[in-house]
């Protein structure tokens, strides 16, 4: 475990339907991402959460909503996807706003959109 | 603007010979320079990084890689690989200003051959 724990580690869902993805660390890290990867293309920098408020949104549709409750936890909410947003989508943190330091990834969350 | 290349889509190796993967990097200052590995269904995990110091840095698994700034390299390395080195390994570059976020290269899938 790298101490960045996302939940589900799998989850199929309806283009109708609405689901949550979770993030959480225990690290004292003060920045959290959302990273989308899908298959033959780039890690994609969703969103940035510095000191739990949102720093960055790369464009990203409306579909893909984030939340930071506070800086150990941070949801991705889902609803009405499309098939093209099925991939693996990974939460990271860092010590420090950019990551002086490194990330610490978690193991991700595998989406299906069916 | 910052960015990352990793020539190579796939590397093939031998176990027990030597591997590199190449990365090349561009950025407008000094450049803190990270490699992470990703085996299959997992987050992406820290092997080193390099922000000062000597060029040759060490990190996780028997990995090294040397800072070049005069050809703005990054190339990782491995005296004698191992077939569970298989996965894919990304390169990833930002500067030290504050609030600057990672960029990852496409990624390198490197296969070691028994």
């Known amino acids: 475990e790298t101490g960045v724990t996302q939940t589900p580690r799998h989850l199929v869902m309806g283009m109708t339907n609405k689901k949550s993805l979770k993030c959480e660390q225990h690290l004292g890290h003060n920045a959290m991402y959302w990273y989308k990867q899908s298959a033959k293309k780039p890690l994609e920098l969703m969103f940035v959460?510095?000191?739990?408020?949102?720093?960055e949104n790369n464009s990203v549709p409306s579909r893909f909503s984030p939340e930071c409750p506070n800086s150990s936890h941070l949801f991705l909410h889902l609803h009405t996807l499309q098939p093209e947003d099925s991939a693996l989508y990974l939460c990271a943190s860092s010590q420090t706003p950019g990551g002086n330091y490194g990330y610490t990834f978690g193991s991700g969350t595998r989406l299906t959109v069916v | 603007a910052q960015s990352v290349a990793q020539p190579e889509d796939q590397v093939n190796v031998a176990e027990g010979n030597p591997l590199t993967v190449k990365c090349t990097y561009s950025?407008?200052?000094?450049?803190?320079l990270f490699w992470y590995v990703q085996y299959p269904n997992r987050g992406l995990q820290f092997l080193l990084k390099y922000i000062t110091g000597d060029n040759l840095v060490k990190g996780s698994y028997g990995f090294e890689a040397e800072f070049n700034k005069s050809q703005t390299s990054f190339h990782l390395k491995k005296p004698s690989a191992l077939v569970s080195d298989s996965a894919l390994y990304f390169c990833a570059v930002r500067t030290g200003d504050y609030g600057q976020n990672f960029v990852f290269g496409p990624g390198t899938r490197l296969s070691v051959l028994p």
């Open positions: 959460y510095n000191f739990k408020e949102q720093t």
């Open positions: 950025v407008s200052g000094n450049p803190y």
